[in-house]
Structures are given as structure tokens and as C-alpha cells.
């Protein structure tokens, strides 16, 4: 019986049109009617929370295929399609992100008076984004996904500093799906996990997905919007740029970089150890002479996010080459 609703219950529709759903009611509502604004984005954050629990259940831990896969044709074209799938590392950020923004809009709920509307509609469309990302299979709506996620938070200013740091890494990485999808015909990522690329070919796709993740993680020298970022978002939308934003640079490594180019990725561990290392020491140094909590935060976050990075690679090149 548990597992008849189970099935009813879930699909990945659920958590990604909640979100959506809510954030369209409070446009029909006035400015001046705060409480209710408040309570529907609330309301429907915690029923977003309450999806991510219910697959667990039927989470299969023992393999590490993708689970509770859906496939919607969006393009004219054959071999282009919707697919959403969750495995170990997508199941928790999908429940990280739908744990994190009820306590956001909890925190913000005295803050929200001149602008409530506007806030929680940004919260929740963030939220549909980010659960989206994770869940997302095609590396060209990773793409297009990824790069709309911060612009719900940041104000004109950090916005438009973000936007020119990340354009022309984010060019390369468009032309390195697109160089994906003439040379196999799909987009579709578990088919082209079993893709076969030459190491020249791996390495040119390595560096142009690099330049896209480097600048979310962020890495040394493309750093210099998180602070900004930081200082001019509320406090509930930094708790979302640390706990979950500076995760989708090593979340894209994880799931695509390490895996489709492994060749690739054995011949740059040594080039990112280098970068990492000098990051984490960089951005400690700094963390030390600033006096905003703020910029404490965003500084102290590349550092961290920085060790990860060093970490996942090491994994990364110990299963590739055991002598490491």
C-alpha cells in the first residue's frame, strides 16, 4: 500500500512545478495584503519540502543509475529532449534546496513588507530552478538552468558584474554541447556517458566546461563577484549562495566534467591542485583583513569550496590511476 502511493505520489513534476505554481498566486494578490503573500510562499515550501522524502523510500542505493527518469520532447528534433533523473548526489540537493528555503522565507518574514510580493516570487522561482538543475540530465538545460539561477537574487549591480564574468565561459561550454550533440546526436547524458571522445577532443570539451564551473565554484581569478554578490543580497539569499549556489560549479564537475572526460580530467588534476591551493591560501589571507561579515562569508566560501575541489579530484584521479 506504501508503495502504491509512493507512485502516486511522486514524479519529479511534483517538486519542480510546486515551486512554480506558488510563485504565479501572489501576483494576484495586492502589495498591501502581506500576511497571505507571506503564508503561500511558506505554505508551498513546505509542500515542496515534503516531496524530496516520499523517494527515498524507493531509492535504490545499491546502483548508480539514475532513478524515477522522465523524458518530454521540448525541440523538433529527434534526439533532444527533457530528461530528468535523480541518483545519490541529485537526491540530496534536491532536498538541501527544499530544506534551505522555508528557513529562508522564515528569516526574511519581518523584511518582507515593501517588497513581499517581489521577494517571494523570487524565492520560489529560484527554488523551481535550482531543484530543476539537479535533477537535470541534458548537459544544454543544465546549461540554460544553471546560468538563470542567480539572477532571481541579485540586485542590478551584482547581477550585471556575475553576468559579464560568467558570458564568455558560459559561450565556451554552449559550443562544447553543441560540438557534443554533431558528433553523437543527443544530449542526452546517459547515453553519453558511454561516449567514446579522442583525448585531444576530451581535453578541448574539459577546458570549455571548466571555464563555465570555474566561475561558479568560484575559482582564482574569477572570484570577485561573490563578495559583491554577497553583500548586496539579503541575508536569506546569502544562505542560499553558500549552502547551495557555490555548489553547482563541483556539483558540474561531478556530473559531467569527471565523468564524460576522464582522460581529460587525470591530465588537469595537477593544474587544479595548483589553482585550488592558491585560492585557498589567496582568499584565508583576505578573509582575515575584512571587517563585513558579509565579504567574511563570501571570502571563507571560496576557500572551502576550493578545498572540495581539491578533494573531488583527488578522488577523481585515485580511481583513474591507482598509482596516485
Known amino acids: 500500500m ?3 502511493f509512493c507512485e502516486c505520489y511522486f514524479d519529479l513534476s511534483g517538486p519542480i512545478l510546486c515551486p512554480v505554481l506558488g510563485s504565479i498566486t501572489p501576483l494576484f494578490i495586492p502589495n498591501s495584503s502581506i500576511r497571505p503573500i507571506r503564508l503561500i510562499g511558506l505554505c508551498v515550501s513546505l509542500i515542496t519540502f515534503l516531496y524530496p522524502p516520499v523517494p527515498r523510500i524507493q531509492f535504490d542505493p545499491s ?3 539514475s532513478q524515477f527518469v522522465e523524458s518530454l520532447r521540448w525541440l523538433p528534433y529527434e534526439n533532444i ?3 530528468m533523473g535523480i541518483d545519490g548526489l541529485s537526491l540530496f540537493f534536491v532536498i538541501l534546496t527544499t530544506f534551505l528555503i522555508p528557513i529562508c522565507i522564515s528569516v526574511g518574514w519581518s523584511g518582507m513588507r515593501s517588497f513581499g510580493k517581489e521577494y517571494i516570487t523570487a524565492f520560489l522561482i529560484r527554488e523551481f530552478l535550482m531543484i530543476a538543475v539537479s535533477c537535470m540530465l541534458d548537459p544544454l538545460l543544465f546549461y540554460v538552468l544553471s546560468e538563470s539561477v542567480p539572477i532571481p537574487m541579485l540586485k542590478i549591480k551584482a ?3 556575475f553576468f559579464l564574468y560568467t558570458l564568455l565561459g558560459s559561450v565556451f561550454m554552449l559550443l562544447a554541447i553543441l560540438l557534443i550533440l554533431l558528433q553523437t546526436g543527443t544530449t542526452n547524458l546517459q547515453i553519453l556517458l558511454t561516449a567514446e571522445f579522442s583525448e585531444r577532443r576530451q581535453i578541448l570539451l574539459w577546458i570549455a566546461f ?4 570555474a566561475v561558479k565554484v568560484p575559482m582564482v581569478p574569477v572570484h570577485i563577484w561573490l563578495p559583491e554578490a554577497h553583500v548586496e543580497a539579503p541575508t536569506a539569499g546569502s544562505v542560499i549562495l553558500a549552502g547551495i549556489l557555490l555548489k553547482l560549479g563541483t556539483y558540474g564537475f561531478l556530473r559531467f566534467s569527471i565523468p564524460m572526460f576522464p582522460e581529460a580530467t587525470l591530465c588537469f588534476t595537477p593544474f587544479i591542485y595548483t589553482l585550488s591551493a592558491i585560492a585557498i591560501i589567496y582568499t584565508s589571507l583576505t578573509t582575515l583583513r575584512q571587517i563585513d561579515l558579509k565579504k567574511i562569508i563570501a571570502y571563507s566560501s571560496v576557500a572551502h569550496m576550493n578545498l572540495v575541489t ?3 579530484f583527488s578522488r577523481a584521479a585515485a580511481v583513474r590511476s591507482p598509482i596516485l
Open 63 to 65: 546502483t548508480a543509475k
Open 159 to 161: 547581477a550585471y558584474q
Open 310 to 312: 581539491i578533494g573531488m
Open 210 to 213: 571548466f571555464a563555465s564551473f
Open 81 to 83: 529532449h527533457l530528461y
Open 2 to 4: 506504501l508503495e502504491h
